[in-house]
């Protein structure tokens, strides 16, 4: 079982190794939210410990709610267990309906919930998770592995694109 912090290797079948996070666990067992960072490493060698905490401490590009299954197989090697640096006011918010004419946004943990900004009523997505083989495919696309083609359906995982709940 997947626990928040533990790092490891997404491989993209390519030689090269995308990093990810577990940063939030979520009550429904297997459930997780999972960054992945924008820095690669060779799949053969295990990144050194200094080298995953900047890793770690770097923008990520992909944030979803996912299945921690390809973790907790070994599909995607356990490298290391850090604290997740990025700040927990990042946690995505999931759009529900709320009072007549408003929505109102659910944390991940679906323990708080406050009033959607206007620009947030469209922007957040209503509550999902993906495979562990889609977020792969995903990665693999972003990372423009050979073969693999980058879906519209993927925009949601960008974390450019994740509307936080905040504090």
């Not at 050194?48 to 900047?54: P, S, T, Y």
Request: aromatic share 10%; glycine share 8%; proline share 8%.
């Amino acid at each position: 079982m997947a626990h928040v912090g533990d790092i490891f290797g997404i491989p993209l079948g390519d030689g090269r190794l995308a990093l990810g996070q577990i940063f939030e666990k979520k009550p429904t067992p297997g459930l997780a939210i999972i960054i992945v960072f924008g820095q690669l490493f060779p799949e053969a060698e295990n990144p050194a410990i200094h080298d995953l905490q900047a890793c770690t401490s770097s923008k990520p590009v992909i944030l979803a709610s996912s299945f921690e299954t390809f973790v907790d197989r070994g599909d995607w090697r356990k490298l290391a267990t850090i604290p997740p640096v990025l700040d927990r006011a990042n946690s995505p918010a999931f759009r529900v309906a709320g009072l007549p004419l408003g929505f109102l946004l659910e944390s991940y943990d679906r323990k708080r919930k406050r009033l959607a900004r206007i620009r947030e009523i469209n922007a957040a997505p209503n509550g999902y998770s993906v495979s562990a083989k889609w977020l792969e495919n995903a990665v693999k696309a972003h990372f423009k592995v050979e073969g693999a083609k980058w879906e519209p359906r993927f925009d949601q995982l960008l974390f450019k694109n994740v509307v936080p709940f905040g504090r």
